[in-house]
Nanobody
Framework: QVQLAESGGGLVQAGGSLRLSCAVS????????MGWFRQAPGKEREFVAS???????AYADSVRGRFTISRDNAKNTMYLQMMSLKPDDTAVYYC?????????????????WGQGTQVTVSS
């Protein structure tokens, strides 16, 4: 059974920074592509960033240049460094691992999800 656990969320003022962590167990972490998603109140869950097993990264336009995704295979942990935070970044942030090996996690695909961590950015 794959388990994911996010941490690092909190309340921060606009312009501030946070680093989210996602600890993964139950799978050979280094082999899988992974991603971060977020869901704001009343909105659909949306893609934030992804990282492949080869460390190729991709970002949503709304966060590119402010967020950085990374992974530490020795610790089975993925990170999301968030800088220059805006009130629009307020959401529950989820990490995801795709069920199908070799695919990238997408909102519409079958993924293992963490429980989420709340990020609130005050203006």
């Amino acid at each position: 059974q794959v388990q994911l656990a996010e941490s690092g969320g909190g309340l921060v003022q606009a312009g501030g920074s946070l680093r989210l962590s996602c600890a993964v167990s139950g799978r050979t972490f280094s082999l899988y592509h992974m991603g971060w998603f977020r869901q704001a109140p009343g909105k659909e869950r949306e893609f934030v960033a992804s990282i492949t097993s080869g460390r190729t990264t991709a970002y949503a336009d709304s966060v590119r240049g402010r967020f950085t995704i990374s992974r530490d295979n020795a610790k089975n942990t993925m990170y999301l460094q968030m800088m220059s935070l805006k009130p629009d970044d307020t959401a529950v942030y989820y990490c995801a691992v795709p069920v199908v090996f070799g695919t990238l996690p997408q909102v519409s695909s079958s993924n293992y999800w963490g429980q989420g961590t709340q990020v609130t950015v005050s203006s």
